[in-house]
């Protein structure tokens, strides 16, 4: 090896090594409304779940507008009470 060749392998052993942290859960569920329908029941629930956290995603399927709401956390119960109360919103829409 000539002065200016590097030994990867003496490169990748000096590497720091990553840990890995908890399990990040994800559910999600569609809504076939506008996001500004939903808005207020949201906000409300991000407030009281504030240990998890949510996206939505609006999407157009031909004819239908709507948002997929994707929750994210790390404990599963805290997760399924989320879409549990998701449901309920959507079942109230009609």
Do not use: K
Not at 2 to 20: C, F, K, M, N, Y
Not at 38 to 65: G, K, N, Q
Not at 76 to 86: D, F, I, N, P
């Amino acid at each position: 090896m000539t002065g200016s060749e590097i030994d990867v392998r003496d490169d990748a052993r000096s590497l720091p090594v990553l840990q890995s942290g908890q399990l990040i859960l994800s559910d999600e569920l569609r809504f076939e409304v506008g996001e500004g329908l939903i808005a207020a029941s949201l906000r409300d629930l991000a407030a009281e779940l504030c240990d998890l956290t949510s996206d939505s995603y609006r999407f157009h399927d031909r004819p239908v507008y709507g948002t997929s709401i994707v929750v994210r956390g790390t404990d599963q119960a805290r997760l399924h009470q989320a879409v549990e109360r998701l449901e309920g919103i959507r079942r109230s829409l009609g």
